[in-house]
């Protein structure tokens, strides 16, 4: 993607944001009139950013790169949170990018981490979440042979919008599928030009509604933990925290880890997944991603 897309994409985003606040919500006095527009009009946005709306309508029309001062009065505007305001900083530019690669080896560090959990659920994810390593427990607790999905194709997004039993397994499917494409779009932001990005965003947003539609929505996710409910097959229901570690040698490369309360129902769960996970999902030996 070039400099002008990347100005494009800013723009479409300033928009999706734009249209996400009521004057209320920053001060405004609402009209009594109709309003023809959802959310902030680019004048009221103008305005609040103390620059013109000449300007402010060509931010939105991708024709010129915002300063850093204007970025930062557009963050405080439109109430971006930090994940927000990254990404738009990555999309004017105003962040180094991470250099490509075209071959993803699996990090050793991550991977001695990943070996020695045995009863936490562990798997490495990289650029876009592809999956690059995981552990049995992993396997077991998302109830998928990963090594039998091909490796272009391996990838927690697609996974989660293509395999039926993850809206099972997810009692609140949408509030995970959402967050894993908002975690997607961040990643994008520093390889918006990246293919394999184009065309995992293509295929699901040909074949998933919900997906095109919440790519669109550019929500943004930071990269945290949270709580995860699974209503597990063969452990039942299992409250989870997860948690991600970032490798410092390649920060695009992530461990995430899903970890159970001591002595609660959800650790004893786990506790007799890992006995489950020995014989039905054995380790796989990862090396590289193309």
Known sequence: MTGSAHLDELGEFLKARRAELSPRAVGLPEADRRRRVAGLRREEVAVLAAI?????TRLEQGRITPSTSVLAS???VLHL??????????LAGRQVSRPRRTARKVQPQLLTVL???????????GRHLDILAWNPMAAAL??????????KKRNYVRHIFTEPAMRSLYPDWEASARNAVAGLRRRAAAHPDDPRLAA???DLSVHDDQFRHWWADRHVAPRAGGLKRINHPVAGELTLDWDVLTCSADPEQELIIWIAEPDSRSHEGLRFLASWATTHHPQPAPDTVD
């Open 81 to 90: 949170n930090d994940a927000q305001r990254d990404y738009l900083y990555e």
């Open 200 to 202: 995992l965003v293509g």
């Open 142 to 151: 998302l109830n998928t042979d990963f090594a039998a999905i091909p490796e």
């Open 52 to 56: 013109s709306t000449d300007y402010y």
């Open 74 to 76: 557009l963050v405080r």
């Open 115 to 125: 070996n020695e959990l045995t009863v936490t659920p562990g798997m490495i994810v």
